[in-house]
């Protein structure tokens, strides 16, 4: 009966909290409309058959260069207009947005999860582990991101799979000091002493009582990553060291319009602007939810 009674009596507290902070988002317009965009551009990728006007890989020369369907010469079936090989911009930024947000999610949710698992190790045991992947951390960190990748990409060749594994290769560090630094903490509290003294594992410890306490500012580090890794994606591909043609990448397209840019602004312009829109957005609202989810940010 007891339990019952505190399960019960808990219920409604935890959903009172959740719907408080959802609602301090809302109230958030920025941080609000900003989570309405990044939800177009991920319900754009996933139904990108569907509201894509045009075959990303189709070509046709006679519309070479076409300006959008605003400007003298344009059509408005190819509202953005094309590229030297006359394939529609817009259809290939809806395809695009496919590539950076898989490549985005997928890195984050792999790294993410190596970083908790190294950061819980490392924070609570101490010792030889902490000294151990603290001087990797170190070391990893001593490079500079894009320069690292770059160096991976070359020694393993382009590609999807390539990509993810060269991005996550050094993002696992960020969440990883971000784990470290709050279990350091949250180990020396009150209820993880009680824990400890009432005989449960340190593997209990960690999975049970702190990690569930440090989730929310590891999933506000994360989703601020993924717009950094979006842009990291974008460079390999600008480099040519990302997704290979005719697969679209907004990188790549950002990296064919360069010959073209005075003649043909549009090419480069509408990818760069894709870009920046995503990741502003992204940026944006994660920082009204580390606003409204973090209780150190309450008054």
């Not at 006007?53 to 059509?75: K, N, S, V």
């Not at 809806?94 to 792999?110: D, M, N």
């Not at 190790?121 to 582990?129: E, F």
């Not at 995503?278 to 609202?285: E, R």
């Amino acid at each position: 009966m007891p339990d019952t009674d505190t399960k019960a009596s808990t219920g409604p507290v935890q959903e009172t909290i959740f719907r408080r902070n959802m609602r301090n988002f809302v109230g958030n317009r920025l941080a609000f409309g900003s989570a309405l965009v990044v939800l177009i551009f991920i319900f754009l990728a996933i139904f990108a058959p569907l509201v894509a006007p045009h075959d990303p890989a189709e070509t046709d020369l006679f519309r070479r260069l076409q300006p959008p369907a605003w400007m003298p010469g344009g059509e408005w079936s190819y509202l953005l207009g094309c590229d030297a090989l006359g394939r529609d911009i817009l259809t290939r930024i809806i395809y695009g947005a496919r590539i950076s947000i898989f490549i985005g999610a997928a890195v984050v949710l792999v790294a993410t999860t190596i970083g908790i698992i190294a950061g819980l190790a490392a924070g609570y045991l101490r010792g030889w582990v902490d000294m151990v992947i603290s001087r990797v951390v170190d070391i990893l960190l001593g490079f500079p991101y894009l320069i690292f990748a770059i160096g991976l990409m070359a020694m393993m060749g382009p590609g999807l799979i390539n990509i993810i594994i060269a991005l996550v290769y050094k993002e696992w560090v960020i969440p990883c000091r971000v784990v470290r630094g709050e279990t350091l903490v949250t180990r020396e509290l009150e209820y993880v002493e009680a824990a400890r003294a009432l005989g449960a594992s340190g593997r209990h410890i960690m999975l049970r009582e702190i990690l569930p306490n440090i989730l929310s500012p590891v999933i506000v580090v994360s989703t601020i990553r993924m717009a950094h890794v979006i842009i990291l994606e974008a460079s390999l591909s600008f480099l040519g060291l990302g997704v290979q043609p005719p697969t679209a990448s907004w990188g790549a397209m950002v990296s064919d319009g360069r010959a073209f840019i005075l003649q043909a602004w549009w090419v480069s312009t509408f990818p760069g602007i894709a870009i920046l829109l995503l990741v502003l957005a992204i940026n944006v609202a994660s920082q009204g939810l580390r606003d409204a989810f973090d209780p150190r940010f309450h008054e």
